[in-house]
């Protein structure tokens, strides 16, 4: 399938997911989210799995779209920004209905090998951004002499967790927000990084 009609598939296949979670999704579903017929979409796609692992693929690219530009003039800066990419969703009218999905397709990772790998994927574009800037930060004298993969997976424990609260339990992410921002300011500045921040203010 070339990328413009597979690229259908996969905004099908996400909104179809939002609309119906992961459990009462079916073929027929995504089919009626696109031009297709059914029996068209499983000419390229034996079952819903083979879909699913379409579209956690693009999911991770999509992910590392996000996180590769991120604003600001130092890797502190750069670091909130992140912050702000991952835990706001005030104008995503879907992000409660396609985090609660993507919950119950976490769910089956560990008895789905495809979902797993699909899955590290993610965790690990949010994990390798974290620990590229903390890494900068440090050469650039921004950060203190912590441990750039230590913080990463720190920090991303912190993401991944606060989602899954704020769908579970309907904790804010904005408190979670102001924790990392904390964090960073409090943990990781060096007194030149402040110094800059407050510069920059």
């Known amino acids: ?5 597979r690229e259908t598939v996969v905004r099908a296949t996400c909104r179809a997911l939002c609309a119906h979670g992961y459990a009462n999704l079916t073929m027929q579903d995504i089919a009626d989210e ?8 499983h000419y390229h796609y034996d079952t819903k799995r083979d879909l699913l692992t379409t579209f956690l693929d693009s999911l991770a690219s999509w992910y590392e779209g996000r996180l590769e530009d991120l604003p600001g003039d130092d890797p502190a800066a750069r670091l909130h920004a992140l912050f702000d990419e991952c835990l706001t969703t005030d104008a995503d009218a879907d992000y409660p209905a ?12 560990p008895y ?11 965790d690990d574009v949010l994990r390798s951004r974290v620990e590229g800037l903390v890494a900068e930060g440090i050469d650039e004298g921004v950060f203190r002499e912590v441990d750039p993969e230590a ?3 720190f920090v991303a424990s912190v993401v991944v967790g606060a989602h899954t609260r704020n769908v579970a339990v309907g ?3 904005a408190e979670t927000r102001v924790l990392l921002d904390a964090y960073v300011d409090d943990h990781l500045l060096t007194d030149e ?6 510069a920059a203010r």
């Open 112 to 122: 789905e090998e495809a979902y797993r790998e699909r899955l590290t994927a993610v």
């Open 1 to 5: 399938m070339s990328d413009e009609p």
């Open 98 to 109: 396609f985090h609660t999905a993507m919950l119950e397709v976490k769910a089956q990772a």
């Open 151 to 153: 913080t990463a997976n």
């Open 171 to 173: 904790h804010s992410l």
């Open 193 to 198: 990084g402040e110094a800059t921040r407050e």
């Open 34 to 41: 696109t031009d297709l017929s059914k029996a068209a979409l």
